[in-house]
């Protein structure tokens, strides 16, 4: 598998990118107005999922009293504390080490489009899927920063409430 270099000598380009394998591309996301992003190098933006992290909390209360007793309420899942994150790096350079890639306008526009109060039907969710497994939330945020500017390649995070029990 060749990440970087080319037969024209440009950095931050590949010959070849082979991420996909019998069972599929890995996680990719899919937004409420359709789009999906996955890892891939057929078009004019070239990315892959780097990172995918998520944490879910439950509504609680503690109440301490006398002689050791400890008295737990729980009160459910807690959506302002449960979030999900997924990252892409992206090629800022195509495969034919001439362009420039669209991955910017992709991931902007993707962000600008479904975020949650511009959703597209109301609320909808976005959904990210890895294998069998669907995760769910609404779009909130977005960061983007330089992961290798030597080679070309941008970091995009795009953050999700999870406002529902996950799984």
């Known amino acids: 598998m060749y990440v970087f270099g080319n037969d024209k000598k440009a950095r931050g380009c590949f010959v070849r990118f082979d991420i996909h394998t019998g069972l599929g591309s890995g996680a990719y996301l899919r937004l409420p107005d359709t789009t999906e992003l996955r890892s891939t190098t057929d ?26 007793a400890v008295h737990t309420y729980a009160f459910g899942h807690d959506p302002a504390s449960s979030m999900i994150s997924l990252t892409y ?58 992961s290798d500017a030597h080679h070309n390649l941008q970091n995009f995070e795009l953050s999700f409430l999870a406002v529902e029990v996950q799984g």
């Open 43 to 68: 078009y004019a933006d070239p990315m892959i999922v780097t990172a995918l992290s998520f944490g879910q909390r439950e509504k609680y209360h503690l109440v301490q009293c006398f002689q050791d």
């Open 89 to 146: 790096t992206g090629f800022i350079i195509e495969s034919d080490g001439t362009t420039h890639s669209n991955v910017f306008e992709r991931f902007i526009t993707g962000y600008k489009d479904n975020r949650l109060s511009a959703a597209p039907t109301g609320l909808n969710y976005s959904e990210i899927l890895i294998g069998s497994t669907s995760l769910t939330g609404f779009l909130t945020g977005m960061i983007s920063r330089t």
